[in-house]
């Protein structure tokens, strides 16, 4: 075997990336689910404190949750107010439930894949596959609240009339 070690070093920071960002989607469920990204959203700056108050939830794992999202983009920080402030752009991807934009049912999706990996692992063995109705209850309810908003905004208003004739064919 000979190593290339500039594309092992490529490979590897590739790696190291998607680990970051498959470590955060947890942390983007945690703020979907305790509703941190709607208590943030419209709020103006806010600190652990105010947040954690605001969502009923511990100021210690909020302070980690939000350095972590700082870290990532979601949110900015402010040092000199020791404040975080989410960003309107990400507040209509993360608060906005019926936004085009909305992403939590994406990251809910990983997150049932990630429990499917025992049905994965045994299809791999058995060559059986795993059935639609075999996945975590999860992957559908990601599936529905990811696409939804994206159809609801634009099927009727966009995608519809793109097809030739199909519009005339509705009515």
Do not use: C
Not at 12 to 18: A, H, I, P
Not at 46 to 64: F, I, S
Not at 158 to 165: F, K, Q
């Amino acid at each position: 075997m000979q190593v290339d070690p500039t594309r092992l070093e490529l490979f590897l920071n590739q790696v190291v990336g998607e680990m970051g960002a498959a470590m955060n989607a947890a942390l983007v469920l945690a703020g979907d689910r305790l509703g941190l990204y709607k208590a943030m959203a419209g709020a103006g700056p806010m600190t652990p404190a105010q947040l954690a108050r605001k969502t009923n939830t511990d100021e210690r794992y909020v302070r980690e949750w939000l350095s972590a999202q700082a870290a990532g983009g979601y949110v900015t920080y402010d040092p000199a107010g020791g404040t975080f402030t989410l960003p309107d752009e990400q507040a209509f991807a993360l608060a906005v439930e019926d936004s085009p934009a909305y992403l939590p049912g994406a990251f809910q999706i990983i997150s049932s894949v990630m429990k499917d990996v025992p049905k994965i692992l045994e299809a791999f063995r058995t060559g059986e596959g795993v059935g639609w109705d075999e996945h975590d209850a999860g992957l559908f309810e990601g599936t529905e609240r990811f696409f939804r908003p994206n159809y609801a905004a634009n099927l009727v208003s966009s995608w519809i009339p793109a097809l030739d004739g199909v519009a005339r064919k509705l009515e």
